[in-house]
């Protein structure tokens, strides 16, 4: 039958087919006809799946859940029960992300018997990251519906890591009318004194002068000018080290100068008995 179908058509027909499934369209008809005949018994094209969306109010109907705010009473193990019928256990991840203020905020909202909580959780492993999650519950406070942007949060049973962090901040807040969420950065102390860590890596020796932009022959980079008489310097530093008031070796820096040899420390001190005397 498909055969005869596909024989019924143009040769521009057929190609249009095959382009709409990304096919070849070189070739006779007959060939056309055989390829697309091929691609339909070993290619069966199912209709995609169409993805969840729960139906929620409109989103200035939410407030934000504070102390004096009344929802049902959502107890751990409704929270068991939800989490055994989607065949999963409770993750002990889950009250550290609680615990951490992954949990940007909660909001609530009343539509046809039924308490929707909207919420955005930050992601585990990069806080730049944050998820929106959508959760219905039934005045018994058991969850009618959930789902979650994230890759696993496919409603209407989405049971990530971050609709669980929410339900598990609806236990905590039932049970101890506190709320732990992100702090903002008015309810925090003020860190702009405080030096940042340093994220650079150490500077190779041999990429000195490309970040400088001064050439060296030497390994050992002399940051002076040539206009100073280096040597100069040099010798004056090493009379201060000598003529020191104190006990010159005791300090570490007479280690780089050599010791005055023997013979000439002799022939000095001749010369000094010399002019001495009368």
């Given amino acids: 039958m498909e055969g005869q179908y596909y024989g019924t058509k143009t040769t521009a027909e057929l190609k249009e087919i095959l382009r709409s499934r ?5 070739g006779k008809k007959a060939e056309l006809v055989k390829r697309l005949m091929f691609d339909d018994v070993h290619n069966i094209r199912d209709e995609p799946e169409v993805e969840f969306h729960m139906v929620v109010p409109e989103y200035s109907t939410y407030k934000d859940l504070h102390a004096d705010q009344t929802i049902p009473a959502v107890t751990m193990e409704k929270l068991q029960d939800f989490l055994s019928a989607c065949y999963t ?10 615990k951490g203020r992954y949990i940007q905020y909660v909001r609530t909202a009343v539509h046809e018997n039924l308490v929707y909580v909207t919420s955005s959780v930050w992601a585990e492993m990069k806080k730049t990251v944050s998820y929106k999650v959508d959760v219905s519950l039934t005045k018994d406070g058991v969850v009618s519906e959930s789902q979650c942007e994230c890759a696993a949060g496919q409603g209407p049973a989405a049971h990530c890591k971050h609709v669980i962090t929410v339900l ?34 150490p500077l190779k020796l041999k990429n000195f002068h490309e970040a400088t932009g001064k050439e060296s022959g030497h390994k050992l980079y002399d940051p002076r000018t040539n206009a100073v008489n280096k040597d100069k310097i040099r010798k004056r530093h090493r009379d201060v080290i000598i003529n020191w008031p104190e006990k010159p070796s005791r300090l570490r820096v007479m280690q780089v100068f050599l010791p005055v040899k023997q013979k000439t420390s002799q022939t ?8 001495s005397k009368p």
């Avoid at 990304?22 to 070189?26: E, F, G, Y």
């Avoid at 901040?169 to 702090?183: M, P, S, Y």
Wanted: with cysteine.
């Fill in 268 to 275: 000095c001190s001749d010369a000094a008995l010399s002019t």
């Fill in 22 to 26: 990304k096919l070849r369209v070189s």
């Fill in 168 to 201: 598990f901040a609806l236990v905590a807040f039932c049970k101890d009318g506190e709320l732990l969420t992100d702090l903002t950065c008015t309810q925090v102390l003020q860190t702009f004194h405080q030096s940042k860590a340093h994220k650079g890596s």
């Fill in 89 to 98: 256990h409770f993750n002990p991840k889950v009250v550290d992300l609680y």
